[in-house]
């Protein structure tokens, strides 16, 4: 009973002040007032619990429409389901639904679930929990968290993808980091800024022991994998630059016998939010790879069919740049100007697409693409994007690319609206 009263109270409160809202003012939906509104239904749960337990809810949405002038869908992202057939189709990219929770000030929650499973697994396991952790902030500058999270290794696969001024992360954070951007373990975190003068000065550290088999999988070896970022704030305003470390081991399986194989990667990082031109991004990443493989088969480098007792390493690399400016403080009729976010990136993928030999010094082959975009923010919660990406693949990456993600070449236009709160 107290469960539904609870929930009930919450429900009742929310309706209510929504209806208010939109009675008072159907002209300015920007300002209207839903984190009250959100406010309220947390608290109608909240009462569940005793007066320290605080929980918000959320909710994160993408969806869209696409077209490759490919014929059909040849990349992961953003599509639910890779379709042999069409190249134009609307797609539901994320649905997810958060729970937040703080038992006090010292221990906390958040629980994730994603209904929209998208494309691909990270091996067999079930995609539906994304975040399942609970952290523990007793000990100054080490904030402990324990479960399933992401793993501290470059920028653009930490941060939020609601976050991301692009449709589609880079070909480098997708090949490199995204195979493992979740996985199971504990990790320390910390930050400390202070003033040398009026200029800035901070850093923030995160290190992780992980399974190293990604998420919602257990371990299927002994060894565990270590992962490691540090950003700094180099006494410049609005500049942070960072470096990213990965090292762990993997499990290939030949017949009944199985080996474990280092998987080492590295990256570094620049991000700049200019003070003097608010609104004006600047950030650039390198992610670099190296993988053992002990089997290897074209289109599929991870698979335990193949070349037998290939025993030799896979080095890929990638980077991208990144500028956008998002227009504010717009007045008159220029007003209307305000939320609109041009956007363009470089981005770059080299990827082994034939391991080196002792014969042979392996086959390279790069991915690169153009990426022009453009954002409308129509309040905090929501925005509408809209990127045209120009894509070039190597001839090799076709038939025997380690990784599915953009074989051929081709144009994809994306038209996709967002809400996240």
Known sequence: MRL??????????FIGVGATAMAADQTAPADRPLDGQLGNLEEGFARLSGDTVK?????????????????????GPPTNGISTTS??????????????????????????????ITNGTTGGG????????????????????????????????????????????????????????RDLGVMASGKYSTKVGDMPLGASYAVAVVSGKGYNQSDDNGAKDFA?????NPLVEGLNVGYSFYKGETRSVVGSNGFDHDRNRWAVELDYNCP?????????????????????????????????????????????????????????M????????????????????APATTASIGSRSTRYRTTIGVNYYL???????????????????????????????HNLFTVQAQIKF
């Open 4 to 13: 539904i009263s609870g929930i009930v109270a919450g429900l009742m409160m």
């Open 55 to 75: 929980l918000k809810l959320g909710f994160f949405f993408q969806g869209g429409w696409l077209n490759d002038d490919a014929g059909f869908s040849v990349g």
């Open 87 to 116: 190249g134009n189709q609307f797609y539901v990219r994320r649905a997810r639904i958060f729970l937040n929770g703080e038992l006090s000030k010292k221990v906390g929650f958040r629980v994730s679930i994603e209904p929209a």
């Open 126 to 181: 079930s995609q539906l929990l994304r975040d399942a952790y609970i952290w523990l902030d007793y000990i100054p500058y080490a904030k402990i968290t324990l479960g399933q999270f992401k793993v501290p290794y470059g920028l653009e696969g930490i941060e939020a993808l609601a976050d991301n001024p692009t449709v589609n992360r880079s070909f480098a954070t997708n090949f490199i980091h995204y195979p493992t951007l």
């Open 228 to 232: 490691m970022r540090v950003v700094v």
């Open 276 to 332: 003097k031109l608010k609104g004006l991004k600047v950030r650039g990443e390198y992610l670099q790879d190296s993988k053992f493989f002990d089997k290897y088969a074209s289109k599929d480098a991870i698979v335990t069919t193949g070349t037998a007792n290939f025993r030799h390493w896979s080095h890929s690399y990638g980077w991208y740049l990144l500028g956008a400016y998002r227009i504010d403080g717009q007045e008159g």
């Open 334 to 353: 220029l007003g209307y100007l305000n939320g609109l976010e041009p956007v363009i990136r470089y981005d770059l993928l080299n990827e082994d697409t």
């Open 379 to 409: 309040n905090k919660y929501a925005r509408l994007m809209a990127n045209y990406e120009m894509i070039h693949a190597g001839a090799d990456l076709k038939s025997r690319s380690l990784e599915m993600i953009d074989t051929i070449s």
